[in-house]
């Protein structure tokens, strides 16, 4: 079976709440990216998991659902997806309890109830959603 891997690195400063760090990609489109907890749990610039993981998301989704819908037969003029992850403090911590897609696109020729199905299927076996712990709900039409 083939393998992919991607790397990421992130180096931290500090304690949890006064420190701050920096995050790097392998293809490096994010090349030394601020994160701290003022801008996980605040209005601080930088970024952090929760959002990168909704911009995984949102990408993957839209990216397992182009390819759904090719197999089908169909190609999609526009796949706008859009993901909010939502968290909960639980015990002394957070955990991500849910997410959700909204997606919104232009197939020409499909029928609503197949593009439903696909974008199911999609939702259900992109590899962020299968990675993930959480309920994961989703709201797709055509435009």
């Known amino acids: 079976m083939a393998q ?7 180096v931290w400063h500090g304690t949890g709440k006064d420190g701050d760090g920096t995050l790097t990609t392998q293809s490096a489109t994010l090349s030394s990216v601020p994160y701290s907890y003022i801008a996980r749990f605040g209005d601080g610039k930088g ?7 909704a911009a995984a998301h949102a990408g993957c989704f839209s990216m397992a659902l182009a390819f759904m819908l090719s197999g089908a037969g169909f190609t999609p003029e526009e796949i706008k997806s859009d993901a909010v992850l939502t968290m909960e ?3 002394g911590g957070w955990r991500i309890s849910a997410v959700k897609l909204t997606v919104r696109a232009k197939v020409p ?3 609503p109830g197949k593009f439903q199905d696909l974008a199911a299927e999609a939702k259900a076996n992109c590899p962020v959603s299968r990675v993930l712990n959480a309920e ?8």
């Open 109 to 111: 020729g499909i029928e």
């Open 4 to 10: 992919l891997k991607r790397t990421a690195n992130a």
């Open 136 to 143: 994961i709900t989703l709201d797709a039409a055509l435009t």
């Open 89 to 91: 403090g639980e015990g």
């Open 47 to 53: 970024t952090n998991p929760e959002e990168l993981i």
